[in-house]
C-alpha cells in the first residue's frame, strides 16, 4: 500500500528553523532601528546645541546681588553626565531645582525662586525677596522680620527708621517668630495707628507674663496682655483717650490694659468703660 503525504521530522525541523531565523533577523532590525533613532534623539538633544542654554536672565532682585545668584547657576551649568556629556548648559536637564534648593536655603531673605524654560536656549530666574515690616532686636542681635515671621540678616537697631522696632528681652535669637508672639505684635502696632498713637517701638518684658509694651512718641508705655483680645484692649484704650481729651493736665506715666474693659494709668485709678 502506497503512503502519501507524510513529511520526515527532519523537514518539519528544517521548518521550523527557517521561521525562527526570520524572526531572529526580524527582531534585530527592530532592535538596530530602535537603537540607531535613540541615539540620533541622544544626539540631538544632548550633543548638537539644538536646546544649548545660552543666556540665563535673573529678575526681581533688590538686596541679594546678581553675581551671588549667578554663582548658583554657574555651578549648575557646569553639571556633567560621566564627567563627559555637558548637561547643566542644557535648556532641558539644567537642575532648576538645587538652584533653587541651595538659594533658598544660604539665603534666608529670599522667599521664593520660580524657573521659566523658553525654548530653546533661554531660562528666566524670577527671585522674590523677603519684605520687612520690623526690626526684631534679641538680647545679642537685631534681625529684620516679615509678616510670616522668617527672621534674617544682622541690621542695627536704627537701620530701620520706617520700620517697626521689637525689643525682645525675653527670647533668644531665632530664625522665625512665631504667630502667637508676632500677631499680637502687628496688631497692637495697627491699632494704635489706627488711633493715631506714634509709636517708637515694642517691648517685651522678660517676666513671666505675655506682656507687649508699646513704647509712644507721647512719653508713656501702653501695656497689653497677649492673653486677652488686643483689639478689646485698643477699643477700651480709646474710650479712655477720649474721655481724657479735654484734660490738658493729663500726663500720665504710664496706661495699662491688661485687665479686661478697664484701664489703670500713673495714680492707680480705675476707669470703667462702656
Not at 535613540?38 to 536672565?57: I, K, M, P, Q, R
Not at 516679615?146 to 530664625?175: Q, T
Not at 496688631?187 to 513671666?208: F, H, M, W, Y
Request: neutral net charge; proline residues 4%.
Amino acid at each position: 500500500m502506497k503512503l502519501g503525504g507524510i513529511k520526515s521530522p527532519h523537514y518539519n525541523d528544517a521548518v521550523a528553523r527557517r521561521r525562527e531565523r526570520r524572526r531572529d533577523v526580524g527582531r534585530g532590525v527592530v532592535w538596530l532601528l530602535a537603537g540607531g533613532l535613540t541615539g540620533t534623539l541622544a544626539y540631538w538633544v544632548l550633543l548638537s546645541g539644538a536646546f544649548a542654554l545660552y543666556d540665563v536672565e535673573i529678575a526681581g532682585l533688590e538686596r541679594v546681588s546678581s553675581e551671588q545668584v549667578g554663582n548658583y547657576v554657574q555651578d549648575a551649568r557646569t553639571a556633567t553626565l560621566f564627567n563627559v556629556i555637558p548637561l547643566g548648559n542644557n535648556t532641558l536637564f539644567f537642575d532648576s531645582g538645587t538652584v533653587r534648593a541651595r538659594l533658598l536655603a544660604d539665603f534666608p531673605e529670599i522667599k521664593s525662586v520660580q524657573v521659566n524654560r523658553e525654548l530653546w536656549h533661554r531660562i528666566i530666574l524670577t527671585i522674590q525677596e523677603r519684605q520687612a515690616i520690623g526690626i526684631w532686636c534679641f538680647k545679642e542681635v537685631c534681625r529684620y522680620v516679615d509678616a510670616d515671621g522668617r527672621a534674617w540678616g544682622n541690621p542695627s537697631r536704627s537701620s530701620g527708621s520706617l520700620l517697626l522696632i521689637v525689643d525682645d528681652a525675653k527670647h533668644e535669637s531665632v530664625d522665625f517668630i512665631g504667630p502667637s508672639l508676632l500677631k499680637p505684635v502687628q496688631q497692637v502696632a495697627d491699632e494704635l495707628t489706627r488711633q493715631g498713637i506714634g509709636i517708637k517701638s515694642i517691648a517685651i518684658p522678660d517676666n513671666q507674663f505675655d506682656d507687649i509694651w508699646a513704647i509712644t512718641h507721647f512719653g508713656y508705655p501702653i501695656y497689653f496682655s497677649r492673653t486677652q483680645s488686643i483689639q478689646d484692649q485698643a477699643e477700651a484704650l480709646k474710650v479712655f483717650l477720649e474721655s481724657k481729651s479735654q484734660n490738658y493736665n493729663f500726663h500720665p506715666q504710664y496706661l495699662d490694659l491688661r485687665i479686661a474693659g478697664r484701664v489703670y494709668y500713673k495714680d492707680g485709678a480705675i476707669i470703667p468703660t462702656p
